[in-house]
């Protein structure tokens, strides 16, 4: 089931904050979170897992309500160079499928200007 | 050190064919995982190989194959192609966590385009 992710796009000056929110209806494992450029490749930039471990950049900030199936990703003092789509991935448990799997949202579209 | 790298970069094929996409995962990652991205969406998971094997898979039709090599790179397949199937076809490597808690390192992709 794919996460929710809001805003759909929001546009910043440098220097403004900005919080990207993920949603999802199911019990999550982990949420992962990646920024593309347009043209380029998805960029990691951090996993936030059930129980409180963070795996990511040091100028990153997020949050994960597990018992809300929520997560959170902060920029502060926006830059130009924070211009990109970012994705959360949600990872459920799927009993189809007897693994776990990692489910992306459609985006959020970040336009920082100057 | 060399990222995950993909061949080829841009394919056209009409309907019906058949293609073979390439990855070649980051040095020291043992796990490759496919995915789609049609324009304006987030990547859609195809599926996992580790240690040769297809691990996880999504929610694509067996028309949608693939495979992992000794040295881990790997190669999706896709038979009787379709018109939707036009997209990016993204490749990401990891180190083996049946957990997927390990961070993945993606491919510029490959650009498909079906006439």
């Known amino acids: 089931q794919q996460p929710v992710q809001s805003p759909q796009a929001v546009i910043l000056r440098e220097g403004e904050d900005a919080v990207i929110n993920c949603s999802s209806s199911?019990?999550?494992?982990?949420v992962h979170w990646y920024r593309q450029k347009h043209g380029e490749a998805p960029v990691f930039l951090m996993i936030l897992l059930k129980g409180g471990e963070q795996k990511g950049h040091e100028k990153i900030s997020a949050s994960f309500n597990e018992k809300k199936q929520q997560s959170s990703l902060y920029l502060t003092a926006s830059q130009l160079s924070y211009s990109g789509t970012y994705f959360c991935g949600t990872e459920m448990w799927n009993s189809g499928a007897g693994s776990y799997q990692l489910t992306f949202g459609k985006g959020t579209k970040l336009s920082v200007i100057p | 050190d060399a990222g995950v790298t993909q061949s080829p970069t841009h394919l056209i094929k009409t309907r019906g064919q058949q293609v073979t996409l390439r990855c070649s995962p980051k040095?020291?990652?043992?796990?490759v995982s496919w995915y789609q991205q049609a324009l304006g969406q987030g990547p859609q998971f195809i599926f996992q190989?580790?240690?040769?094997?297809?691990?996880q898979r999504g929610n694509f039709p067996d028309r949608f194959s693939g495979h992992q090599f000794p040295n881990y790179s790997s190669e999706l397949n896709v038979n009787a192609l379709l018109l939707g199937d036009s997209a990016l076809y993204l490749c990401?490597?990891?180190?083996?966590?049946?957990?997927?808690?390990?961070?993945?390192?993606f491919g510029d992709g490959t650009r498909l385009s079906i006439l």
């Open positions: 040095s020291g990652h043992d796990t």
């Open positions: 199911k019990a999550l494992y982990s």
């Open positions: 990401a490597s990891s180190f083996f966590s049946g957990a997927n808690n390990q961070p993945q390192h």
């Open positions: 190989y580790y240690e040769e094997e297809e691990r």
